[in-house]
């Protein structure tokens, strides 16, 4: 059970604060829901209590973990399929996981991919929704704003 203030990720949206617990009436039933304020686009996002562990909601990461994301985004970019759709398909899985870890590798190897030939509309998309759950995380663990964690991102990819 999270706490009102805690810092929780929501796989495929990105970091947030829980802000409130609510019980609110959706279609006839009566549940609780977190209340949770995204820091980057002014979103809150409402998630049911008791499908937590179903979702995969977990607590941000330390700045240990940080350190070990910013590593991952100056390694080397990793072997992916040629095939764009399969490669398309390994990428959604690792974003789908809410594995910061996997989330930070998609996004280098996207930038490094797109620095050598552009990417297709798909992966543009790909990139920048996996970059923006990257830079929610960062932002709330290392208390920055949404330009310095993006620059945090853009300086560790440059710097390979």
């Given at each position: 059970?999270?706490?009102?203030?805690?810092?929780?990720?929501?796989?495929?949206h990105?970091?947030?604060?829980?802000?409130?617990?609510?019980?609110?009436?959706?279609?006839?039933?009566k549940?609780?829901?977190?209340?949770?304020?995204?820091?980057?686009?002014?979103?809150?996002?409402?998630?049911?209590?008791?499908?937590?562990?179903?979702?995969?909601?977990?607590?941000i990461?330390?700045?240990?973990?940080?350190?070990?994301?910013?590593?991952?985004?100056?390694?080397?970019?990793?072997?992916?399929?040629?095939n764009?759709n399969?490669?398309?398909?390994?990428n959604?899985?690792?974003?789908?996981?809410?594995?910061?870890?996997?989330?930070?590798?998609?996004?280098?190897?996207?930038?490094?991919?797109?620095?050598?030939?552009s990417?297709?509309?798909?992966?543009?998309?790909?990139?920048?929704?996996?970059?923006?759950?990257?830079?929610?995380?960062?932002?709330?663990?290392?208390?920055?704003?949404?330009?310095?964690?993006?620059?945090?991102?853009?300086?560790?990819?440059?710097?390979?």
């Amino acid at each position: 059970m999270f706490n009102i203030g805690d810092k929780v990720v929501y796989p495929m949206h990105g970091a947030g604060i829980i802000e409130g617990i609510e019980e609110k009436e959706i279609l006839g039933e009566k549940r609780k829901y977190y209340i949770m304020q995204m820091p980057i686009g002014d979103m809150k996002v409402m998630i049911p209590v008791d499908n937590v562990e179903e979702i995969g909601i977990r607590e941000i990461i330390d700045r240990e973990d940080l350190e070990r994301v910013i590593d991952i985004l100056k390694g080397d970019s990793t072997k992916m399929p040629q095939n764009w759709n399969r490669r398309y398909r390994a990428n959604m899985e690792k974003i789908k996981s809410g594995d910061i870890f996997e989330i930070a590798s998609v996004v280098r190897n996207l930038m490094l991919r797109d620095a050598e030939k552009s990417l297709s509309t798909g992966e543009r998309k790909m990139l920048n929704s996996a970059k923006q759950m990257l830079i929610s995380e960062i932002v709330l663990v290392s208390d920055s704003n949404q330009e310095e964690a993006e620059r945090i991102i853009d300086e560790s990819i440059k710097s390979v």
